[in-house]
């Protein structure tokens, strides 16, 4: 399978991710909670069913205050998916987001979920690829962004170099690059290899030292480089614990198919981050 580099890999393809499938689930869940036909939804409690990335809000209240955002201030999210960081980012610190993902079904709902949060005028959804896209029609085009942020998207993209150009051209000079992202710690084992990239859509991940010179070449400077390996497996592990143990609730609201494809995949991930070849990373870094 060939990792996402253009849309002419089609966005498809990233559908043998588990975690991407049964779009449906999020409306399931709403309804579940008799949140589905509500006039307005508070998008701190729909963020915990919309958000894929790891540690909750506090991972979005970290970069508000890392990137210093207020009203003023424009953001990029690439790979934004259902919209959940885009819409607690822009709802906490009033800034205008751009939500850029590669998916048109996970869009879609995206959208619908924004709306239903009134943060339409906040939050401004687009369908694409970061490394294909005409960046003068994204948000105010080149240079016009504050801050570019992305949690655990950037390791479906092989060429990194590419993608951190892109980055830094849509940032103003001074502007911040905020993005939590996997790297290799040290090499992995065939089935390492093979999990990765048939259950998380990830291949040949950067070591810190590659993904540090990647970022000085295109342009970034006052890097950080903190690793969050400890803290992400042990989070991983507690997700896939309280997973199982929630099946029968789980299953009731959105089917036993459902549920196998998440296990498979959150296992998967578990076993990954225990085998501590597999790192987390949270990168910030300036625009020169």
Known sequence: MAPINSMSD????????KLYTNVERIKNELESRDMLNSE????????????MHYMGNSAIEDAVKTMRLDSSSRVLDIGSGFGGPARVLSASSNCTTTALE?????????EYLTKKCNLD???????????SLDLDKLGGGLSSFDGVISFLVFLH???????????????????????EDFYCVSPFS???AESLSEDVFAKELPTREEYISHLEASGFHNIQFIDKSSE????VTERLGNFTANRHNFEEVHGDPTYLSLLHFYEAVAALFSGRNLGGVRIIAEKK
């Open 121 to 131: 005028n906040l939050v401004k959804h687009k369908v694409g690829d970061i490394l």
């Open 157 to 179: 993209i092989t060429d990194k170099e590419p993608l951190l150009e892109r980055c830094a051209n849509m940032l103003k000079p001074g502007g911040n690059l905020f993005v």
């Open 40 to 51: 307005f939804i508070d998008p701190i409690v729909l963020s915990e069913i919309d958000s």
């Open 10 to 17: 089609d966005a498809n393809n990233i559908k043998t991710m």
């Open 232 to 235: 992400w497996t042990k989070y």
């Open 102 to 110: 590669l998916q048109p079904d996970i869009h879609q709902m995206a």
């Open 190 to 192: 065939v089935a390492e």
